[in-house]
């Protein structure tokens, strides 16, 4: 299996590029399931979810291959012939297949599928999602063991959701493509993962309006009306995020380019607010930290507010920073399990419930530490940034399922990082 080895480094300097995001590729590429044809997907992340998404894809009747000239370049051919039912293996091992569930039942009216998997957060509820599509005419059986649903046809639906779900939104969204008459989504996710798929349903002939805020309207459209695109994927934030804590622990001037500043407005304020001076540039955000951050309160929200996908990175940020931070999840109240891991490296967390409380000490010493989850696996990596000695992390696969070589790219800009086999 392999590891990551890191040693502290610093000052780091020079540009780091980020790819498309993860959590709107997946999705990207499930909308190749709306027109029959080839669809072209730029931009896309080198990331084990992506051929997991390709392989769950592939079952259904979409043949997902890379361009053989540039690997971020994906062709997906629908040839027509769809199948309603994923392989279990492949539903498990990603959360993004819940995202199947609009798109069969918009162009097949049936749909059978596992429970999906992805990071273990504690409890990741589908209660929105059924609700929203129940109230679209769509019929599950509770009584299978599995989500399975059947629509003669979805009808428009006036849909006010809880809470904005990411998830709930684009299931919503994509069920009504086909959907007699207008569906609205009031209290609707506004992250631009959700308006990046909207986007590109617009561009492939779906009418949706209101898309990057709370309130989405559905006007549905003929089956067989939509047709393939070209889209590039949005730059990941998340991705993006990580290059700046790495700065901002380690110290140097660094720019971040592929993400737009203005996607994470709220949480470069945040991370400015902890010291290291933080500008938007064309195409991506500069820091240049001396390596002091202080600490600031944190909680995470919906967007536009901080997300819980940052958190791991903030916690780690906190973890060295002069002072005391306090963390509030409120999202995912399970989201906590990495800092054991931080612990080991000499890290004062204390958690409570939903909350983090983060004492932040001189400095972190390197251990053998293990990434429970995407996030937390590339917040151990930053945090080994920051620590004497050498840092040596397994579990390497989660954070390949959603890190693009974050060895080379920490590499590029002067960390000392590498990967290990064996
Ligand atoms: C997506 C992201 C994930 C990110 C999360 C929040 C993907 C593949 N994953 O997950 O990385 O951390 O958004 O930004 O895009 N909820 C319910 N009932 C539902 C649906 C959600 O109670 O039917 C709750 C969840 O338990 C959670 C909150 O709503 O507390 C947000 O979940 P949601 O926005 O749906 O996240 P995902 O789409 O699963």
């Known amino acids: 299996m392999d590891r990551i080895v890191v040693h502290k480094s610093g000052p780091l300097s020079g540009i780091v590029d980020v790819p498309g995001a993860k959590n709107s590729v997946l999705k990207l590429m499930v909308a ?12 896309v992340p080198g990331i084990s979810d992506v051929d997991t998404m390709g392989r769950l894809l592939g079952a259904l009747g979409v043949r997902v291959e890379h361009s053989l000239h540039d690997p971020s370049v994906l062709h997906l051919t629908n040839n027509g012939n769809i199948r309603t039912q994923a392989p279990p293996e492949l539903v498990e091992s990603i959360r993004a297949s819940i995202n199947l569930l609009g798109p069969l039942l918009a162009c097949c009216g049936r749909v059978r599928l596992d429970l999906p998997g992805g990071d273990d957060f504690g409890a990741r509820p589908i209660d929105m999602h059924i609700a929203g599509l129940t109230a679209m005419g769509a019929e599950f059986d509770p009584a299978t063991g599995f989500i399975e649903a059947r629509a003669e046809a979805l009808h428009g639906a006036d849909i006010e959701l809880d809470f904005p779900s990411v998830g709930a939104t684009e299931n919503i969204v994509t069920a009504a493509i086909h959907a007699s008459g207008v569906t609205t989504i009031r209290h609707a996710a506004r992250e631009p993962e959700v308006a990046d798929l909207c986007t590109m349903l617009v561009e492939m002939g779906a009418n949706i309006s209101g898309i990057g805020t709370s309130v989405i309207t559905v006007e549905g459209v003929e089956r067989g009306s939509l047709r393939p695109v070209t889209h590039a994927v949005v730059g990941d934030r998340v991705q993006a995020a990580t290059y700046l804590a790495a700065a ?3 110290g140097g001037e660094v720019t971040v380019a592929g ?6 407005e709220v949480l470069l304020r945040r991370m400015h607010d902890m010291g290291p001076d933080i500008s938007a540039v064309p195409g991506g955000v500069r820091i240049e930290s001396d390596g002091y ?3 600031v309160d944190i909680q995470t929200l919906p967007y536009p507010g901080i997300a819980t996908d940052y958190k ?11 002072g005391i931070g306090i963390v509030t999840e409120n999202l995912y109240p399970g989201r906590f399990r990495y800092v054991e891991e931080l612990s080991k490296l000499g890290a004062d967390i204390r958690t409570d419930g939903h909350h983090a409380i983060i004492r ?7 251990a053998a530490v293990s990434a429970p989850d995407i996030r937390a696996g590339a917040a151990l990596v930053v945090a080994g940034l920051a620590a004497q000695g050498r840092t040596t992390i397994s579990g390497v696969d989660h ?7 974050i060895v080379g790219r920490l590499c590029g800009i002067g960390a000392a990082v590498e990967r ?3």
């Open 32 to 43: 190749s399931l709306f027109a029959e044809g080839c669809h072209e997907l730029t931009n």
């Open 248 to 250: 901002a622990v380690a």
């Open 259 to 264: 993400s737009s500043a203005q996607h994470m």
């Open 293 to 295: 951050l202080r600490a």
């Open 312 to 322: 791991p990175l903030l916690v780690t940020m906190l973890a060295v920073a002069e």
């Open 360 to 366: 932040g000490v001189d400095g972190l010493r390197g």
């Open 399 to 405: 954070i390949d399922r959603g890190y693009d070589d």
């Open 420 to 422: 290990v086999t064996g």
